[in-house]
């Protein structure tokens, strides 16, 4: 209800806010007998982290998880796992003069409309601080979901006008992680390096499209109706903050397609079901059909910006505003492993609502 | 879990396969003392039956909605809201032919993988005669909206590649039940009918995009993280049987955009705090900011063509097929009552969770 | 959220008032493949059903129940199974006194201080008759769990201060319908039958206590913390009309015991470990043990009496007043399905939660 | 699902093993606004650990509560509330000897059963030591109670078979906390803790009652069918360690009462509509009716005692068994706080359920 909570079997609940002690949360309904590796969460947690790239915001944050239960001996018990990360520089003093302006485009305005009352310093709940906390809990979700072969990778497929040739799967995704903007393809890469480090310098932000692939999705994961495999995809991106869209397989691109190009073909592939196409992106009538399932997440500039804006204070007054701090010029090549922490987390989720699929996960 | 349910305050239950006895719901969480205007619901959903037009399906249903409890005396009790439609015209004998084959991206496939098992007349549970219940619960919603002057607006925006000029907030809405498409511009409106007109004598199928107004919503709807408002009507859309994609405000479009252009500067009108543009779409941080909401869908065609397919029977031998039956050369027409029907069963349940809101349809 | 609903996985919606066209439900979250045996369904309605003897009331309902949905061919689908009961021999007259007086220990005056306005016609959702729904669901359960052998069985263990000589797991149960009070101790059935009819009399009415043993249960159902075994179980039966109480195993009889009269001594049976003892009810720390769960759920009189109360009308006007109407002089009779039920849907909810236990209904 | 979350609107997670680093909880759904009193929340701590008086474990615990967000300069912001209580005192050591040892009447034995695996230290997460999250969330919603005038107030009533002469609303109970056993009999108590010194003496344990009054509860709380007001009392009471029984009002003793003496009659008290006995227990229908709601909540002797008892291990073969470490004679002294703590958090969460009623602590 309160909103801060995700999932129906695996479950994550978060707390916290960018300059209080700690963030964190607790992550139910984890399979017991998981043996639990931790560097590989502190690795996804360390792709998201402030600081790692010229292209990203200086503001360094360690961003080292604590396990406080759930894992006894390195190993799961099927207890909730609670875990923290401790809020570490805080200069909540760049934030002091924000006390009493709305930020355009950011969430000062609305939480005070919501709650009469705002933690103000760097965004209080509303910063994108919250979002380790999903990283934490996804990448024990892709723990599982490596048992069962099941495969969630995201890329930067497009920044600003700057795109992809072909983000469709089947593409080779080993590029991702060796240039810092997280795009496979290496010279698309370096043409959205230069577009962001130019508008760094401008002092200004640009925003940024991730694809994301999962493969090794058996045949028969979802639920009918109000609960569709690409609905629940769809409601976890839009939870992160500046998405503006999503869409899966064909997309908005289908709109204008006729029925006879778009239908995906059926072929008997040595006694497997498969499809000549995949426009569906992976999902039918809101479950898996065993190709790979995929999507695409639309992200909007960075709403903190140098340059000078207008606003009012929470007196009304109007305001002229520039947003000092440090922030990323576009959010992009940081949010990879955040599309892909709740990527698993929906999946994780529905492998664990499915009665009727057996993996080797459950006993 | 199972997936047939939708709300958290304001909940609805759906039931019923497309050849059985009954399709039907319950909505839960109804307001007491609400005065409910039969002939209001049953206006919607005679928006979304089939059979409206030359340019619809000319399948016939009467589709009439028979109330079962919850209600006394024309007023609602407080109590759950049983309703129920009667299945009419069926002619399961159309699908008899189908019930070995799965049809190119149908849940035919899917669903058997799930349940090891279907009801192939008209696709059971997966057709999207089920709407037709969402249609009912929200015209429910929409009468709650009333009392509080919300009003949420859809209509058709894009057939193919046929769009409309100006389709964001502000414009003049009065036209959409003018023509069979609901578009509200009327040369756009033209060519659109003429472009589905074209696609039905093909026996194929066109895409479309429905864009949804929601005007009159106060500031500090929404809930934070996880359950942002959008993710909420993004995931509600999703769930409309042939979507594919989901936008809010700028959408796809922010990407190439950049913060300085982006950005909904803030001004005080008569005190009232406003944003100049309106590019967030109503909705900062997943809160509302009392700007209209406004967000579109993208339908991909229809799957279900006349012309020749390949696929597989499910003894997994390969099949030619052309989908008989009356079918809805593009949908987007009839989904105009289904968008309106979700968006505002988001919008009454975020009204009913709002803890700080103070509605005049609460006590 | 609206109370109308029960179940985590296997859910039950319920709707409907007593003197409405209908009650009903719809059960989500099935299993698919069940061979559905709608005469067993029938039957438990049939031991619910008031006018089956002497000594219940003589208001005569057919209690046929209609599947809408979720069946296909006797054989379930996994999709929502929606069903109803019409209301029939509705005399609405014999409440019409009733419209401005709230009789007292009943839901009129709580009713309609919460909602406003009540629907009196026979209690409206109050009424008992909203517990059909409950039966016809809980024997949808009842069959799934057949497939496991796990068997529930109630049966009437006290009436006033007439009670069994011993209720505990082990007994002979077989002759539970053997008599119309649905004790298994023929004497103690023909104590009960006498005293109940003595009251009838009277135009008085008498309490009682369900007793309710589930055998063949595994070890490991269960959650931990807030939604233990026995919290749920007590939860279910609480939430059925006119339960005052509920206690597991030794129950309020542990107060006065010492620990090491109390604690069940372990031991290995022939590579089983079992207790010697049952005190705890099949249940520790909120999971079963593979001992028998059994339970006691304690019934007050029925309120509708027709002696002579003190009360007042809805203007807050002292009123004497005498419930006419066809009554039953003592619940537990007809209670003893919906006990059935109740547990049930408990047992089998608790079953597909589990990750860890492998039920050889699910695939 | 999980089993470690309860509430609807006023929502708690929890974590945390009895010997990890930490427990601790989220509470998502608290209005915004509220000065929390911190030394309040300590307190109610301080009636729950351990170590209190002679009649008490001697096991030490600070039990300080640490806030980690949720609240900014002292007020609460609307955002999820995590709070932690770090680990003390872990003599690890003392529970070695458990580690293949199934303790009689513990969780031991179900735990491994369900999960494959445990945290034996000091009963891993079945320890009551999760009970202090409970106490801090129920403190916290004790303090929104507070401005409505809600008053949620525990006692001992029973120890083994020395009981209160009268524990029925109306009583004196200032003097609950005058005594180590919190009864507000003082005689009743300086008996009760004879009793308990001297079972503490022979090694052994003995069980009790408390009995809970609400006051102040408007009329129209609570909610139709499955989550009646005393359902959820009841299921919350049931999931508290230990606890095997529950009633309300009459309870068990209302099975041998006839119905023209157990219905509450009503009457007009200056224009306040009430009962003239409370056997119903403040709810009728599951709906409070605005008198004292009372229940009583049956614990049996704590499991852990010094006397030797027959046991397995986990390979099966017999033990012999004497717990040792510093457990409590008797439980009800330190449960008063948590049953507190539960209603509170029921009571709270029906509050900002109920669309109807307009408390003054929202909006």
Known sequence: MGGNSTGYVFRLHT??????PAIGGIIDGCIPGLNIDVEKVQNQLDRRKPGQSEISTQRKESDVVQFLSGIFEGVTTGTPIGFQLLNEDQRSGDYSNLKDTYRPSHADFTYEAKYGIRDHRGGGRSSARETACRVVAGAVAQQILDLANIKVTAFVSQVGSVRMKNDHPGIDLSGIDANPVRCPESSTAAEMKELIAQLMDEGDTIGGIITCHISGCPAGLGE???????????????????????EVGSGFSSVSMKGSEHNDAIYNEDGKIRTRTNFSGGI???????????????????????????????????????????????????????????????IVDFCLRSQTINFNFKS
Chains 1, 2, 3, 4 share one sequence.
């Open 284 to 346: 039918q009538g809101g479950i898996s059909n065993g190709e790979t399932i995929w999507f695409k997440v639309a992200f909007k500039p960075v709403a903190s910006i140098r340059k000078i804006q207008e606003t009012v204070n929470s007196s009304g007054e109007s305001q002229e505003l520039s947003v000092k701090g440090r922030h990323d010029p576009c959010v992009v090549p940081r949010a990879v492993p955040i599309v892909e922490a709740m990527a698993s987390l929906v």
């Open 224 to 246: 009918p109706v109000f609960d569709k495999l690409h609905a629940e995809l769809g409601k976890a991106m839009l939870s992160i903050n500046a998405v503006k869209g999503f």
């Open 15 to 20: 707390f916290g806010e960018s300059h209080g």
